[in-house]
């Protein structure tokens, strides 16, 4: 008796959620729309990529984060993570973040939010 199967897998493109993270609650649960109120005088974001590589670390991974279109530095601890802080009384500021992968099967995800504050 000779039996076969096969499971066909579909692949998808990468995705980039952000979380915002508070310092009582931790990191919440739902991600980040396009627009992101500033409560209080600072937060925290990470982007989280999904449906790429789960070694990011061990890949000479970049994490390329801009303000309105300026280059950030980032964390070299937690480079997924940006902490943003409240400038004037009110305004807002567009924040990206770039994630590309190196090394055989190179990988590229970005996202975006509009931060708002009042």
Known sequence: MV???FVILEAHPPELHFYEENPLRGLQEKAV??????LGEETTVSGEPY????????LGTSFDWEIDGRS????SDRPNAITLQRIGESGSSNIKLEIITKGNLPQFVRGAFRLLFN
């Open 33 to 38: 729309g396009n627009n992101l109120y500033l």
């Open 72 to 75: 950030v530095p980032t964390n």
């Open 51 to 58: 449906y790429m590589r789960s070694e990011l670390d061990s």
């Open 3 to 5: 039996a076969s199967d």
